[in-house]
């Protein structure tokens, strides 16, 4: 089992990244994904969730300008963000979660800083 974060990057504020969730190793369809973000001194929070059947969920500071996709023919997530501030810098994390599965799936992250 992998998930793989990728595009994550430094940008400057008002601007955009797409960031991809590669996933191998298990039933991608089957699962919701969820992207994570944990700020340097911060607890890890939700940014915004896809499930199998394609419902997504926003936390409320991202809404509006962030927007979760997938692509199950590529096993791939998309996270695409624009209009960026300073506050969305932190490390992005993507999980794999299923109600009839006991573990979840963590990739290793990818860094985003939004900054001049």
């Known amino acids: 089992v992998q998930l793989v974060e990728s595009g994550g990057g430094l940008v400057q504020p008002g601007g955009s990244l797409r960031l991809s969730c590669a996933a191998s190793?298990?039933?991608?369809?089957?699962?919701?994904i969820s992207w994570y973000r944990q700020a340097p001194g911060k607890q890890r929070e939700l940014v915004a969730e896809i499930t199998s059947g394609s419902m997504t969920n926003y936390v409320d500071s991202v809404k509006g300008r962030f927007t979760i996709s997938r692509d199950n023919a590529k096993n791939t997530v998309y996270l695409q963000m624009n209009n960026l501030t300073p506050e969305d810098t932190g490390v992005y994390y993507c999980?794999?979660?299923?109600?009839?599965?006991?573990?979840?799936?963590w990739g290793q992250g990818t860094q985003v800083t939004v900054s001049s």
């Open positions: 190793g298990f039933t991608f369809s089957s699962d919701g």
């Open positions: 999980k794999g979660w299923n109600p009839w599965r006991l573990q979840d799936y």
